[in-house]
Antibody, heavy 123, light 107 residues
Framework: QVQLVESGGGVVQPGRSLRLSCAAS????????MHWVRQAPGKGLEWVAV????????KYVDSVKGRFTTSRDNFRNTLSLQMHSLRAEDTAVYYC????????????????WGQGTLVTVSS | EIVLTQSPATLSLSPGERATLSCRAS??????LAWYQQKPGQAPRLLIY???NRATGIPARFSGSGSGTDFTLTISSLEPEDFAVYYC?????????FGRGTRLEIK
């Protein structure tokens, strides 16, 4: 069955860096675009970033552009989010999520999610 | 960016009743809208994609409708496990955006 397992969260001081990982299994990872979505404590969902199925294209929400980079390793079936210059407002549960693969190809809705990893930015 | 406005913020209903949740987009998203359910401590679960397509394993009591700027998620007869927070999400333009959610609570 499809599984997405995030890791790497923790408590980090403002301005520092952190790297999140997402291990994928149960599907052909190299066929799907993969996304990061975050949720601040008690708040709603915010899309963060996407990497295309082959790693050739990435997009980011404006608030993380220039600070976060997402990448993937299709041999190891892993997704990564490198976060620099972290701010208090980056505090959230970070989910990795898989795109739906519809009849016409991939679409940016999310049919499988990991359990999330909590990042807390605090001094 | 496209802003999605969900209403009501909170909906109080009893099991067996019909629930109607709304999502309005600040500009047309065609039919590129999804609905998710989230329970406390859990990841979101995809219910409906591209406005009206039920995701795999989703019960038939969940249905989606709409296009352009106005969308509706309907739960025909509420089961106890349906009480949760519901989010809409558009994929028409970057960045992908979500609504702020509707909390469906037991009356």
């Amino acid at each position: 069955q499809v599984q997405l397992v995030e890791s790497g969260g923790g408590v980090v001081q403002p301005g520092r860096s952190l790297r999140l990982s997402c291990a994928a299994s149960g599907f052909t990872f190299s066929k799907y675009g993969m996304h990061w979505v975050r949720q601040a404590p008690g708040k709603g969902l915010e899309w963060v970033a996407v990497v295309s199925y082959d790693g050739s294209d990435e997009k980011y929400v404006d608030s993380v552009k220039g600070r976060f980079t997402t990448s993937r390793d299709n041999f190891r079936n892993t997704l990564s989010l490198q976060m620099h210059s972290l701010r208090a407002e980056d505090t959230a549960v970070y989910y990795c999520a898989r795109e739906v693969y519809g009849s016409g190809g991939p679409i940016c809705h999310f049919d499988y999610w990991g359990q999330g990893t909590l990042v807390t930015v605090s001094s | 960016e496209i802003v999605l406005t969900q209403s009501p913020a909170t909906l109080s209903l009893s099991p067996g009743e019909r629930a109607t949740l709304s999502c309005r987009a600040s500009q047309s998203v065609n039919s590129y809208l999804a609905w998710y359910q989230q329970k406390p401590g859990q990841a979101p679960r995809l219910l409906i994609y591209d406005a009206s397509n039920r995701a795999t394993g989703i019960p038939a009591r969940f249905s989606g409708s709409g296009s352009g700027t106005d969308f509706t998620l309907t739960i025909s007869s509420l089961e106890p496990e349906d009480f949760a927070v519901y989010y809409c999400q558009q994929r028409r333009n970057w960045p992908i955006t979500f609504g702020r959610g509707t909390r469906l609570e037991i009356k």
